[in-house]
């Protein structure tokens, strides 16, 4: 293991983070809110945002400050044994950290590496135990960097290259993806979400490895796609996209606030082949839903099961997901995994696909759940996502059985995301 360095935060952070009394208040209370709650730390650091009528540009040095308040808790803790929350931030903004010492005291690789990364031991045993100690120490080490602000394209109402040139016209340092031919990656600029752009629905807030899952998808020209865990409707508008408002997508979640997040999201995104649903997996749909379902059980042309996983896969955006992990959680969410694939299955039509997709990089989460379900359901088979996306562009981005998508397992910037696609055997290759 590399000798331990200082923890200090990188130069171009520090340079953006000055922040006043009341912008600290912000972070402190965002972060606190974050960490007792289920919250995401967005939703905390919005609504701390709102109260202090703090202004859209100094949220986003907010967050960054949160994130990395929250992201070094345990080392910042272990350093510092009696410091509060907010000196632990004063400690983060005013210079390196030297606990070089005092770490290297710390005989247990494993230990030392958790308390260096600053998560909790139990999941770093875990992490070392699924992917060996040298994967899972650069996995706890980039789990600590600042994601890029990725956006996709949506292709109902403009183009990415004439986004490209808009944005570049108007002071945002900007690039394209290096792998989803719908995305974008901001540098610098002002702010994107006052942008006409982004207000008319001509660009969504997207990571390049979720825009990959959803073009994996590939519906036919008119098809007809079930979104099953549709959430608030990122992969489900995507998918609107690329069908161009043709066929028809079905977008179920149990959640009625993310249905209506969705809903409203498609009319600004000029989405309108898409049918909303509140319906759980598992249970009796009500009446007014259950007359949509009958008509595409066992007839869908693609069935998109992005199920619930511990999301360590996006856990850069959403450092507080570390301390809410529990050992119980990883013997609880393959049961649920499996359930909602097999559950699923059911509106898949001879010929059709299946795609299953986790924001994770755990193998019991990824290839253990595709492996089960194979292994009980002869009628499916895995197809190579190098059929769907061709050899070239797939290569840099499947699993070491180049069958599947595993975007955390190479050099690049993406979130760790997981898709295999399972493809229904025809009518007349089904056994009698």
């Given at each position: 293991?590399?000798p331990f360095?200082?923890l200090?935060l990188?130069?171009?952070v520090?340079d ?9 208040r ?5 972060t606190d ?7 995401e730390?967005?939703?905390t650091?919005?609504?701390?945002g709102?109260e ?8 986003l ?7 990395t308040?929250?992201?070094?808790k345990r080392?910042?803790?272990?350093s ?8 632990a931030?004063?400690l983060?903004l005013s210079?390196p950290?030297d606990?070089?010492a ?5 005989e247990?690789?494993?230990e030392r590496a ?7 031991s ?10 060996g ?8 080490a980039?789990?600590?960097?600042e994601?890029?602000l ?8 403009a183009?990415?290259?004439e986004?490209?040139?808009?944005l570049?016209?108007r002071?945002?340092e900007?690039e394209?993806?290096?792998f989803?031919p ?6 610098s600029?002002?702010n ?6 982004f207000?008319?629905g001509?660009?969504e807030v997207?990571d390049?490895?979720?825009q ?6 590939a519906p ?6 079930v979104?099953v865990?549709?959430?608030?409707g990122?992969?489900?508008l995507?998918?609107?996209?690329c069908?161009?408002n043709?066929?028809r997508i079905?977008?179920l979640d149990r959640h ?7 809903r409203?999201?498609?009319r ?12 759980e ?6 009446p007014g ?5 009958v008509?595409?059980?066992?007839s869908a042309?693609?069935?998109?099961v992005d ?12 450092p ?7 050992p119980?959680t ?15 299955a059911?509106f ?5 696909r299946?795609?299953y ?9 990824c290839?253990?759940?595709?492996d ?5 359901n002869d009628q ?8 769907v996306?061709g050899?070239t562009?797939a290569?840099?981005?499947t699993?070491?059985?180049?069958s599947?998508?595993?975007s ?7 979130d760790?995301?997981?898709a295999?696609v399972?493809?229904r055997?025809?009518k ?5």
């Amino acid at each position: 293991m590399s000798p331990f360095v200082p923890l200090a935060l990188p130069k171009e952070v520090i340079d953006r983070l000055r922040l006043s009394p009341t912008l600290q208040r912000v972070v402190l209370a965002g972060t606190d809110a974050a960490l007792r709650s289920t919250a995401e730390l967005g939703a905390t650091l919005s609504a701390a945002g709102r109260e202090a009528q703090v202004a859209p540009v100094d949220r986003l040095m907010c967050t960054i400050a949160a994130r990395t308040l929250i992201r070094y808790k345990r080392r910042i803790e272990f350093s510092h044994p009696n410091v509060a929350s907010d000196g632990a931030l004063s400690l983060l903004l005013s210079g390196p950290i030297d606990d070089e010492a005092k770490l290297s005291q710390v005989e247990d690789s494993v230990e030392r590496a958790a308390i260096e990364h600053s998560i909790p031991s139990w999941l770093a045993v875990k992490l070392v135990g699924d992917m060996g100690e040298a994967p899972a120490l650069a996995t706890m080490a980039r789990m600590n960097t600042e994601p890029p602000l990725t956006l996709r394209v949506n292709t109902l109402k403009a183009t990415r290259d004439e986004v490209l040139t808009k944005l570049a016209l108007r002071g945002f340092e900007i690039e394209p993806t290096s792998f989803s031919p719908f995305g974008v990656t901001l540098k610098s600029g002002p702010n994107i979400f006052t942008d006409p752009l982004f207000s008319d629905g001509a660009l969504e807030v997207q990571d390049e490895a979720s825009q990959l899952v959803a073009e994996i998808v590939a519906p036919p020209p008119g098809g007809v796609v079930v979104d099953v865990c549709a959430g608030a409707g990122g992969k489900t508008l995507a998918i609107g996209a690329c069908l161009k408002n043709r066929g028809r997508i079905f977008a179920l979640d149990r959640h009625t606030g993310r249905i209506a997040e969705l809903r409203k999201r498609a009319r600004r995104a000029g989405v309108h082949n898409v049918q909303a649903l509140e319906f759980e997996l598992g249970r009796d749909p009500d009446p007014g839903v259950a007359v949509h379902l009958v008509r595409v059980r066992g007839s869908a042309h693609r069935v998109l099961v992005d199920a619930p996983c511990s999301g360590l896969g996006a856990i850069r955006r959403n450092p507080e997901a570390r301390w809410r992990l529990t050992p119980e959680t990883f013997d609880r969410l393959p049961i649920e995994q499996t359930h909602i694939l097999n559950e699923a299955a059911q509106f898949v039509g001879p010929g059709g696909r299946l795609i299953y997709a986790v924001c994770t990089f755990l193998k019991s989460e990824c290839e253990a759940i595709v492996d089960e379900f194979i292994s009980k359901n002869d009628q499916f088979t895995v197809m190579s996502v190098r059929e769907v996306l061709g050899r070239t562009r797939a290569v840099p981005i499947t699993d070491n059985r180049g069958s599947a998508l595993r975007s955390w397992d190479h050099e690049n910037s993406m979130d760790g995301f997981y898709a295999a696609v399972l493809r229904r055997k025809p009518k007349d290759a089904q056994a009698p």
